[in-house]
């Protein structure tokens, strides 16, 4: 990407591309390729590239990991891979059903980067840095039912996996759909809604 990227100086955690990485592990030739295009140069004990969870990984290399696993997974392998981030993510104890789950990604997103060498969530304010993006709920007053507007730079299909991951592991039986009448990310517009049932 030029200079002029919207993501110059943006990063993210070791940590949150290490939950990723292990989501893609069993496809040892899509874990390579990754590594690879993430520009990752960490070795482990035995020479193998690794990710150092303490880093931080420049989001342009990032956005372009998620390229290559839709190239090679399609876009089922983007939400599988979306999926798989909430089982291993260890909440909060104030974290206790669906909607606290939900609300609370978009924190979790926000602590996860930084902008310029500075993280962009203050835990002590509550503020975030703009630049990113945010995932806004949307709670549906009287239903077990919320919808999520989704605008950051990360493809539609992880968000779709990730968000349905997250309301499945407080309520197994959660649903996702995609709103179309509100565009797609994908398909040039600013933001995704996303209609969560459970």
Not at 33 to 43: A, C, N, S
Not at 103 to 123: E, L, Q, T
Not at 167 to 196: E, N
Request: hydrophobic share 40%; aromatic share 8%; with cysteine.
């Amino acid at each position: 990407m030029t200079t002029d990227s919207p993501w110059q100086g943006i990063a993210a955690s070791g940590a949150s591309v290490a939950s990723v990485v292990e989501a893609v592990k069993s496809f040892s030739v899509l874990l390579g390729v990754l590594l690879e295009t993430m520009k990752v140069q960490t070795r482990d004990a035995e020479g193998h590239l690794t990710i150092d969870v303490n880093a931080w990984y420049p989001l342009e290399d990032y956005l372009r990991a998620y390229k290559k696993i839709d190239t090679l997974l399609g876009g089922r392998g983007l939400e599988k891979v979306g999926s798989i981030v909430p089982r291993t993510a260890v909440f909060p104890a104030n974290i206790t059903d669906v909607r606290s789950a939900l609300a609370s990604i978009d924190v979790a997103y926000h602590m996860n980067h930084r902008k310029d060498g500075k993280g962009m969530f203050n835990p002590v304010t509550g503020e975030k840095t703009e630049g990113i993006g945010h995932y806004v709920l949307h709670p549906v007053d009287g239903k077990n039912e919320a919808h999520m507007v989704v605008s950051n730079p990360y493809p539609c299909r992880f968000d779709m996996g990730l968000i349905k991951g997250m309301a499945q592991r407080f309520a197994p039986q959660a649903t996702l759909t995609h709103d179309p009448s509100a565009g797609c990310r994908q398909k040039g517009a600013s933001a995704c809604t996303y209609i969560i049932q459970w």
